[in-house]
């Protein structure tokens, strides 16, 4: 099955970190750029940030630039979200998504979500 599976969401306070995973089953992730968004109630979803496939070129939103960082081991055909100084506005499901690359905005494989709650 091909498919895009996240992990590592769960629950922390302000200030805290999270390290998300997104991890391609049945495909080689080292082919895709991958896109991490995220969308919180009632909210449009947004863009966080990207890798391409190299992993040589990454870019962030505005609201998580020097508190996020994308990486990826395409050996181990996984990407991650280090997640640093979290925010109540960080609170969101979110999402992995792999594209030809970080300025394609069509998406081969989605993965189902994973919940960030930053709360005291």
């Known amino acids: 099955q091909l498919q895009l599976v996240e992990s590592g969401g769960g629950m922390v306070q302000p200030g805290g970190s999270l390290r998300l995973s997104c991890t391609a089953s049945?495909?080689?992730?080292?082919?895709?750029?991958i896109v991490w968004f995220r969308q919180a109630p009632g909210k449009e979803r947004e863009g966080v940030s990207c890798?391409?496939?190299?992993?040589?070129?990454?870019n962030y939103a505005d609201s998580v630039k020097g508190r996020f960082t994308m990486s990826r081991d395409n050996a181990k055909n996984t990407v991650y979200l280090q997640m640093n100084s979290l925010k109540p506005e960080d609170t969101a499901v979110y999402y992995c998504?792999?594209?030809?690359?970080?300025?394609?905005?069509?998406?081969?494989?989605w993965g189902q979500g994973t919940q960030v709650s930053v709360s005291t």
């Open positions: 049945g495909f080689t992730l080292a082919d895709y750029a």
């Open positions: 890798i391409s496939s190299s992993g040589v070129y990454r």
């Open positions: 998504a792999a594209a030809g690359s970080c300025r394609i905005y069509d998406y081969d494989y």
